[in-house]
């Protein structure tokens, strides 16, 4: 009987990452145990060097067409690292090749299509309820005489003594929202080099990443977003 065959898709988050191998190695050496554990044969290894929210995972396609043309299995090490990512849960689920996971080597192609599936709502879902939190948040500070996206934020209506509980879950719902969408980035840029904040909005300004109000990157800003990321 001939040996399974395998293509193994790797993910590494900065070209930092990808040179100096950090996370690299790691994969590779689950994926190879899962292989022999198998019996299995690898045909090729293919990496991932992305940052940020990326969709465009050209190398993802790459692995997926060079599976199935040759009739290998698409195997990752860590599938609970992407299990959140429905972009990819859902390529792999309509790609239609077979999968496996080093990690999770019982999660077939076909638990994938669920997970897809239930990523999606859950995004969906989250999306949904921002929205409905604004909504309620515009409508309590209209009534209150003020807009939604005071440049002071939550902090500005709690000296003011006149915010209330929703109205204040919202504005931080919406700045942790705009800070989880940048911690890739700013892991990214801190990679590249950019240790001290005003090095860090400068980077950011370059690559022509607004502020969370717009605008520029400063100091300050920066120091407030690593802050929340922190917490």
């Not at 080099?193 to 860090?200: E, F, N």
Request: a positive charge; charged letters at 30%.
């Amino acid at each position: 009987m001939a040996a399974d065959k395998y293509v193994a898709y790797y993910r590494v988050s900065t070209q930092r990452q990808g040179r100096s191998g950090l996370g690299l190695e790691a994969q590779r050496d689950a994926v190879q145990a899962l292989v022999i554990r198998h019996g299995g044969r690898l045909l090729e290894e293919i990496t991932e060097i992305e940052s940020g929210k990326r969709n465009d995972r050209t190398e993802l396609r790459r692995a997926i067409c060079r599976a199935k043309v040759s009739g290998a299995r698409l195997i990752i090490a860590k599938l609970d690292r992407l299990s959140r990512n429905a972009s990819f849960l859902l390529h792999l689920r309509d790609s239609g090749v077979r999968f496996i996971a080093a990690d999770l080597p019982n999660a077939d192609e076909t638990v994938v299509g669920i997970m897809a599936v239930i990523a999606q709502r859950e995004r969906e879902m989250i999306a949904r309820r921002t929205r409905d939190a604004l909504a309620v948040a515009r409508k309590r500070l209209a009534m209150l005489g003020r807009a939604l996206g005071n440049p002071n934020g939550a902090a500005a209506l709690r000296r003011a003594g006149r915010g209330n509980t929703a109205a204040i879950a919202a504005v931080g719902a919406a700045a942790h929202k705009r800070a989880e969408d940048l911690r890739e980035t700013i892991a990214d840029v801190i990679a590249s080099g950019s240790l001290s904040h005003a090095a860090i909005a400068a980077e950011l300004n370059r690559r022509d990443i607004e502020a969370p109000r717009g605008g520029l990157w400063y100091a300050m800003g920066v120091a407030r977003l690593r802050q929340r990321l922190a917490a």
